[in-house]
Nanobody, 124 residues
Framework: QVQLVESGGGLVQTGGSLRLSCAAS????????MGWFRQAPGKEREFVTA????????VYADSVKGRFTTSRDNAKNTVYLELNSLKPEDTAIYYC?????????????????WGQGTQVTVSS
């Protein structure tokens, strides 16, 4: 069983920045492929970014490319999401997710474990 706990969300003005963290339990975190998703009120959950086990390969949604950066520290069992140049449309609950088998994917159904989410609100 893997437990994921997100933190770092909050209220920020347009153009501001936040850094989200996702701490994972388990000794095999270094084997997991990790993803970040978000869900705005009244909308479906959407893919934000994903990172491979070593942190050397990442994929981003077009809507966040160039503004968001994901990274990981396997020694700390933690994956990060740096959010820059935030816009009101980035307002959502942000979730991290883990895949226990190899592959960087954008489909939420392909992830095995999920955190409880952290709220990001961007004011205009």
């Amino acid at each position: 069983q893997v437990q994921l706990v997100e933190s770092g969300g909050g209220l920020v003005q347009t153009g501001g920045s936040l850094r989200l963290s996702c701490a994972a339990s388990g000794r095999t975190f270094g084997n997991y492929y990790m993803g970040w998703f978000r869900q705005a009120p009244g909308k479906e959950r959407e893919f934000v970014t994903a990172i491979n086990w070593s942190g050397t390969d990442t994929v981003y949604a077009d809507s966040v490319k160039g503004r968001f950066t994901t990274s990981r520290d396997n020694a700390k069992n933690t994956v990060y999401l740096e959010l820059n140049s935030l816009k009101p449309e980035d307002t959502a609950i942000y979730y991290c997710a883990a895949r226990t088998t190899p592959g960087i994917y954008s489909g939420s159904l392909l992830y095995d474990y999920w955190g409880q989410g952290t709220q990001v609100t961007v004011s205009s």
